[in-house]
DNA sequence: TTAATTTTAAATGTATACATTTTTACAGGG
DNA sequence: CCCTGTAAAAATGTATACATTTAAAATTAA
């Protein structure tokens, strides 16, 4: 595999585990020798992070590891709201049952596995959303959402101690499916917007509560 | 300035000018001779420009610049209109005279100077926009409004022929300045809507025209 | 002639080396 | 003691060189 995607991954890894701090300053030698790959290698994930929102380029005073606030956790929620159901709508007149199968067996893999690490649970957990997303075959709408995702994502370090909400969230998944299968799309809209602001309390919940 | 800036700016500009045809194929040591540069200044600038959607990998088959399709700009004006409005009525509370005066200011730019070229007017045109986005104080939301611009001012080549809703436009923005004087937001925002949509329209009917 | 396989060329990824800028540290004058 | 200006050092930008992969061409066998 490229080194510069392994990179890029592994940096990702160390900032959801908070190996690296947020605010944290870093320099690309460091990274290079701390990686031990070429600078070359770390300026293209460092650009590539940047963009995605992990990073934050402030000029002269280095490159700082995002951090996370409150505000921003209910700003990415309110994107969400604004986007995901729309997506969903627009995805539904092209779901067919082979699509809303695949999707369950995104989340029986979930509930299949009790090994899962919160990244893996967490990756999957999109690959759902995003399975039903996709077929409203809107290129930028889907991009944007990857990205929000990405920011989300974020945060997963934090959530991997606050796992009270995984139950409650595996059953609003098959509550989605149950009412995409019976054609209720705007039902399944409300649920979607719902389980969206109930993910983002709980993790508004332990932002505040550290 | 940087020099990856600096090509990063001349590629966006040459392939606004059609320079570089859409689903052309370009190499990196292809750009890097042209533009005389060294290769990594090119893979700098074109991995920022595949992120911001200019031009796309496509694996082995190399690289391509982005083309255009009527579908594509009403995707891009589904997804301005459902954000747009949204961070119009955000920054609403936060707009104060001077605020508007600024952007009175940009708007006078415009009409002042009947030189400008497409690329100048376009960005004085987004930067006025941007100036009343910017007081909803959101990151994430003006970020992806920032990409959906420049999404859009990748037309921008096709517009400058057909410039005939330039008037109309300027009108737009006046009358939505005096809506946001006299508070009303709602107005405002369905102003705006009617603006992202005729925009839209005289954009795709250059398109099909050709 | 075509299909397959080896060889050759070219493009990209990566590393090292050099240049330019920026930061820091320190010395001297106010 | 602080301020400032200059020298040293470190970090980043850029170029060149090398390595690896991928695409193309050509040669050979069926």
Redesign the interface.
């Known amino acids: 595999m490229l080194k510069k995607q392994q990179l890029y991954q592994q940096l990702k890894r160390d900032i959801q585990l908070q190996h690296w701090q947020p605010s944290a300053v870093l320099t690309q030698q460091q990274l290079a020798e701390y990686y031990n790959v070429s600078r070359?290698v770390v300026?293209?994930a460092l650009?590539?992070l940047i963009?995605e929102?992990w990073l934050q380029s402030h000029g002269k005073a280095g490159i700082k590891v995002s951090n996370f606030t409150v505000a921003?956790a209910n700003?990415?929620c309110?994107?969400r709201l604004?986007?995901e159901p729309?997506a969903l709508q627009l995805a539904a007149e092209n779901l067919n049952f082979s699509i809303l199968g695949q999707a369950e067996d995104l989340l029986a893999a979930i509930d299949n596995n009790t090994q899962l690490s919160a990244f893996e649970r967490g990756d999957l957990n999109w690959q759902f959303h995003r399975r039903l997303y996709q077929e409203c075959h809107?290129?930028?709408?889907l991009?944007?959402l990857d990205?929000?995702h990405q920011?989300v994502s974020r945060y997963i370090g934090y959530q991997e101690q606050s796992m009270c909400y995984a139950n409650t969230s595996a059953t609003e998944h098959r509550q989605l499916i149950t009412l995409l299968r019976a054609g209720s799309i705007d039902a399944a809209c409300t649920l979607l917007r719902e389980h969206i602001t109930t993910a983002t309390d709980a993790l508004i919940q332990y932002l505040t509560k550290t």
Do not use: F, V
């Open positions: 070359i300026r293209d650009q590539q963009n929102g921003e700003e990415l309110l994107l604004q986007l729309l809107k290129p930028h709408l991009r944007l990205q929000l920011q």
